[in-house]
């Protein structure tokens, strides 16, 4: 595999209009788009920064980690699928399969620790309007049961005492 860099960075965050003003306003990255009312694409040239809006609040002074997903540019839709084989003989647990999303060909695994990781190729053009071809779905939507079979398996795994 040849990663050609980090493109996106998925935030949650508990007010989005703050978190779009310090990012946008302040640092002076762009709104990219919007989609809804609770998920904001900021760029940086062909960076881009995913605010969502977070399900439960998170406190400033909690040392809890807030990053929904990361993800891994490639340089092509090819790429995207060797890489997918690539991590499966390595024996990563892939979430999903690659499919055509918005912003190029992608799917997402997990880490040992259960964190999200995106690997993708990027349209020339930049995210592309939403179509019958693409897929729209949340990985997050896959993720719960993955980190659910992960948890069951971690403790399957555990050696057992035996009481004597």
């Known amino acids: 595999m040849k990663l050609t860099g980090i493109n996106q960075i998925t935030l949650r965050v508990n007010d989005l209009r703050m978190a779009e003003e310090f990012y946008g306003g302040i640092l002076g990255l762009k ?6 009312a609770n ?19 998170g406190s400033p002074q909690a040392r809890d980690i807030r990053v929904d997903h ?7 839709d090819a790429e995207v699928d060797e890489a997918v084989y690539y991590l499966e003989d390595q024996g990563v647990h892939i979430v999903t399969r690659p499919a055509h999303r918005r912003e190029g060909k992608a ?3 997990m880490d040992p620790d259960g964190n999200l990781v995106e690997f993708y190729s990027m349209h020339d ?19 719960g049961p993955t980190r659910q079979k992960m948890v069951e398996e971690m403790e399957a795994k555990k050696p057992r005492r035996s009481r004597k």
């Open 31 to 36: 709104l990219d788009h919007r989609v809804g």
């Open 39 to 57: 998920i904001s694409y900021l760029r940086l040239n062909s960076d881009i920064l995913v605010l969502v809006k977070a399900e439960t609040p």
């Open 70 to 76: 990361f993800g891994f540019r490639l340089a092509s």
């Open 107 to 109: 799917f997402f695994v």
């Open 125 to 143: 053009s930049g995210i592309q309007a939403d179509s019958t071809d693409i897929d729209l779905s949340s990985p997050n939507s896959h993720a």
